[in-house]
């Protein structure tokens, strides 16, 4: 069994900058695609980023596209969510999860979830 554990959430100002952060605990971390999800009051959850178990391959969501950056590092069990330029629209309890390919994960199908830390972004 995998246990996920998010930190690095907090309030910022737009055009600021979070790193969020996401520890794993288990034996097989390193066979799991990772993402980072998040889901704002009445919208759906949605997949951000992904990368592949390996590290070799990353994923975004459009709207992220060339501010948010996924890399993990399999020796410390972590994968992290690099946040630039924050927008008020990045508002959302943001979720850490491991599956099994980079393909189910942007279909937000995982095999475990973290709690979650909130971002709060304001204008």
């Known amino acids: 069994q995998v246990q996920l554990v998010e930190s690095g959430g907090g309030l910022v100002q737009a055009g600021g900058s979070l790193r969020l952060s996401c520890v794993a605990s288990?034996?097989?971390?390193?066979?799991?695609?990772m993402g980072w999800f998040r889901q704002a009051p009445g919208k759906d959850r949605e997949c951000v980023a992904a990368?592949?178990?390996?590290?070799?391959?990353?994923y975004y969501r459009d709207s992220v596209k060339g501010r948010f950056t996924i890399s993990r590092d399999n020796a410390k069990n972590t994968v992290y969510l690099q946040m630039n330029s924050l927008k008020p629209e990045d508002t959302a309890v943001y979720v850490c999860?491991?599956?099994?390919?980079?393909?189910?994960?942007?279909?937000?199908?995982?095999?475990?979830w973290g709690q979650g830390t909130q971002v709060t972004v304001s204008s």
């Open positions: 999860g491991a599956g099994g390919s980079t393909t189910v994960l942007k279909l937000n199908r995982t095999d475990y």
């Open positions: 288990g034996r097989t971390f390193s066979s799991y695609a």
């Open positions: 990368i592949t178990s390996s590290g070799g391959s990353a």
